[in-house]
């Protein structure tokens, strides 16, 4: 169960884009906690926006939900070396006892139609032609969702991870958190 928080703000940066840090963020979040593969520490975007293309948006805000104890072992790790010039940390607080819960959760999409069809040519033995005709371009997919770009630790690719607050929950749901904070199967606090 997530009883306390810390925020963790992007400040301007003239060189760095907001867009670019978060994703460093994220990024160094991810590795800290599959060093500690615990599963007890969420996270959620306060400031994020669902809207169109053009706005859609994570924020300047990172928000670390946990317990007490589970935020202190995390913060007490080097995982923020580098970034101390980009953020400011507020210090570890209750979290509001009556505030509703969440899900956030990751979304995955075949977004691109060239790539489906790549797939689709190795597994069926096709030819490019024959995969076109198969998949047209109005297969690709646009989410709407916002996002954090990352580069994946195994393969070296960049990958976009959408990520999805789901609505609003009476009650808490209680279970463990991935490698990225996100709880397809145990919520936040959302205030």
């Known amino acids: 169960m997530t009883t306390h928080y810390i925020d963790i703000c992007l400040l301007p940066d003239p060189e760095f884009s907001q867009a670019h840090l978060m994703g460093a963020l994220v990024a160094k979040l991810h590795r800290a906690l599959v060093q500690r593969a615990s599963g007890s520490i969420g996270v959620s975007f306060p400031e994020h926006v669902d809207a169109p293309r053009q706005q859609r948006s994570l924020g300047k805000v990172l928000r670390l939900h946990g317990t007490a104890l589970a935020l202190q072992a995390l913060m007490a790790q080097p ?40 797939r689709r040519m190795q597994r069926k033995g096709e030819t490019a032609a024959q995969a076109a005709a198969v998949i047209p371009d109005s297969a690709q997919r646009r989410p709407d969702l916002p996002y954090v770009q990352l580069r994946s630790a195994s393969t070296g690719h960049p ?17 463990e958190f991935n490698a990225y904070g996100l709880g397809p199967l145990a919520s936040i606090p959302w205030f």
Request: hydrophobic share 40%.
């Open 79 to 118: 995982w923020l070396q580098g970034m101390s010039d980009h953020v400011r940390l507020s210090p570890a607080a209750d979290a509001p006892p009556d505030a509703p819960h969440r899900l956030v959760v990751r979304r995955q999409f075949k977004t691109s139609a060239e790539r489906l069809r790549r």
């Open 159 to 175: 990958f976009c991870l959408f990520l999805e607050h789901k609505p609003l929950l009476a009650s808490p749901v209680t279970g």
